[in-house]
């Protein structure tokens, strides 16, 4: 992604992003790292919708069929985008592009375009995180991540919700309690740069921007480049080296023009 997109690229933590996490770390050591950086955010500030938009209450247990964007209770914004809450955070589904088929723990059908590829990017990044618990990212690890890494990347995923489940005095497999400060403020195409050169589409590399808030309430915001890959009739995500999301993570002071907010209207 060129840095004309996203000014003032760093790394989340220059001292580990660089390589693997030290394999004789102290437990407590690591577990802090897994909840605070590695698998993005125990602590992560949680999406509120765009402005102008206002979240459903929430999503049913069944599977949903095309229609499932517009179902009632839906906010519909531009360019046939609605926010639906996954364990608190809204998110952004299409009716064109996806997903046609969610339920409480997954996300799925996804259009085989590059604009099908960022909403999957959305939606599977986020369900590999430890706060949508674990009937959620144990569903989504399991069937729709690939890669040498997916084992690593669950159970990281699995002790950090473990410890901070714990540490909240949540049982039962519940989502984690988070503030709702943050928003998936948008994505970018970083390759294929023509789709339509690459038709039928195998590999997509999505820049998914995420807003958040510094202690002062000043917007910051992170880019992770997600890789997906066209197999079995849909997108997969393929897990990040290490299973550590900081391998995919920067901090950039604010996404430019490239980066389309999924719903068309402001970041």
């Given at each position: ?10 790394p989340?933590?220059d ?10 770390r ?7 790292v897994?909840?605070?950086c ?5 602590s ?15 999503l ?22 609605t ?10 589904v ?8 969610a339920?409480?723990?997954s ?12 909403f999957a ?15 959620s990212?144990e ?11 997916r ?13 901070a ?5 949540i049982?039962?497999g ?5 503030p ?5 403020a ?6 294929p740069?023509?789709e ?18 510094d202690?002062?309430g000043?917007?910051?915001f992170?880019e ?9 009739g849909?997108?997969r995500?393929?897990a ?9 993570a ?18």
């Amino acid at each position: 992604m060129g840095a004309s997109m996203l000014r003032e690229r760093r790394p989340v933590d220059d001292s580990s992003a660089a390589g693997a996490p030290a394999p004789r770390r102290a437990a407590g050591v690591l577990v802090a790292v897994v909840l605070v950086c590695v698998i993005g955010w125990v602590s992560v500030h949680l999406a509120s919708p765009p402005s102008g938009t206002k979240a459903p209450t929430t999503l049913n247990g069944s599977t949903q069929g095309p229609s499932a964007a517009q179902a009632p209770g839906a906010a519909v914004t531009a360019h046939d985008v609605t926010w639906v809450p996954v364990a608190g955070m809204p998110l952004p589904v299409s009716a064109v592009d996806g997903p046609q088929c969610a339920t409480t723990t997954s996300a799925a059908c996804f259009s085989r375009t590059t604009r099908g590829a960022a909403f999957a990017a959305a939606h599977l990044v986020v369900r590999t995180f430890p706060f949508v618990g674990p009937h959620s990212f144990e569903t989504t690890i399991g069937q729709q991540v690939v890669g040498e890494h997916r084992a690593t990347l669950l159970r990281l995923t699995q002790q950090a919700y473990t410890d901070a489940a714990a540490a909240a005095g949540i049982d039962d497999g519940a989502s984690l309690p988070v503030p709702s400060t943050d928003a998936v403020a948008g994505y970018q195409i970083v390759a294929p740069a023509d789709e339509a050169a690459a038709v039928p589409l195998t590999t997509v590399q999505v820049g998914l921007v995420v807003r958040q808030a510094d202690d002062g309430g000043a917007p910051t915001f992170t880019e992770f480049v997600i890789t997906l890959r066209w197999i079995d009739g849909d997108w997969r995500l393929e897990a990040p080296a290490w299973g550590d999301w900081r391998s995919a993570a920067s901090t950039v002071s604010a996404p430019d023009t490239a980066v389309h907010p999924y719903d068309g209207g402001p970041r």
